[in-house]
């Protein structure tokens, strides 16, 4: 199986370019470390169904060395810090929002990352790793599209 990565420095492109342009806002700035964690919590997620496959292939993957169960809390404890950290740029004022669409996003997202924890101590069974994928990736969807459309809805 080939395996790829991509440079953080990839991930910085776009920055470059907003503020090569002079295009710069806060708002960018603060896309960097959402954009990071979230990223984190869907790769840990996903990585989930090959811990075992990869340990015995000898791939040092950050799903390999959490373990299974350490993997499964991580994802949702990703998703509650980047939530935290949308807070502080919203009661900071850092980031200018629409209250009325990221506190809403900010409820719907906790309960989902209830819910995570809540599956993050059951036994997950193999066939239930697309399921907490999925509620992973809704998750961090939500999160994201909220506070993006709280900020640049015009």
């Given amino acids: 199986m080939e395996r790829y990565c991509i440079c953080a420095g990839d991930a910085l492109i776009p920055v470059y370019a907003f ?3 002079g295009h710069y806002t806060p ?3 603060c896309l960097i470390p959402v954009a990071a964690l979230l990223g984190i919590a869907l790769n840990l997620a996903n990585s989930l169904p090959d811990i075992a496959e990869d340990a015995a292939n000898k791939a040092r993957t950050l799903a390999v060395v959490l373990g299974e169960q ?3 809390l991580a994802c949702p404890l990703l998703i509650l810090a980047t939530e935290v950290l949308v807070i502080i740029f919203a009661v900071m004022n850092v980031v200018n929002m629409r209250a009325w669409i990221i506190w809403p996003t900010l409820g719907l997202v906790f309960m989902l990352v209830v819910w995570l924890f809540g599956w993050s101590y059951r036994g997950l069974r193999p066939l239930n790793y697309r399921h907490y994928f999925l ?16 900020i640049f809805l015009v």
């Fill in 27 to 29: 708002a960018l700035i």
């Fill in 135 to 150: 509620l992973v990736v809704c998750t961090c969807l939500l999160l994201a599209s909220g506070w993006l459309t709280s």
């Fill in 19 to 21: 503020v090569g342009v």
């Fill in 70 to 72: 350490r993997t499964r």
